[in-house]
């Protein structure tokens, strides 16, 4: 995997979330978190973006696994209004990966 391939990834997930928050009720508290969660996700995209390092190394390449790990369901599970819960979790522990890659990838400059 690639830096663009998780640069895509993660604007898929930012999509994802769009849809879902689309989908709910202003008054929702679940929209909420998910805007929360989109905010720091973005962050993280465009922090990544700017980011020089080596893809070719193992930890990167690891830590690019788990977040193509942690992305698998995200999308069904936004869009399951009745198990949103789920997705959020799965947003959470997209959001926490990709914060996990990008120390990694900061170590292989």
């Given at each position: 995997m690639t830096k663009?391939?998780?640069?895509?990834?993660?604007g898929d997930v930012l999509t994802e979330i769009d849809t879902?928050?689309?989908?709910?009720?202003?008054?929702?508290?679940n929209q909420r978190r998910l805007q929360d969660?989109?905010?720091?996700?973005?962050?993280?995209q465009r922090h990544l973006?700017?980011?020089?390092f080596k893809e070719n190394t193992p930890g990167f390449q690891n830590a690019a696994q788990q977040v193509q790990r942690?992305?698998?369901?995200?999308?069904?599970s936004?869009?399951?209004?009745?198990?949103?819960?789920?997705g959020i979790g799965n947003v959470t522990r997209f959001?926490?990966?990709v914060t996990s890659?990008?120390?990694?990838?900061?170590?292989f400059v």
């Open positions: 663009l391939d998780l640069l895509r990834t993660i879902a928050i689309g989908d709910l009720l202003p008054s929702d508290p969660l989109r905010i720091l996700l973005d962050d993280r973006a700017a980011q020089i942690a992305n698998t369901g995200i999308a069904a936004l869009q399951d209004l009745q198990d949103l819960q789920n959001l926490n990966s890659l990008i120390t990694t990838a900061a170590a």
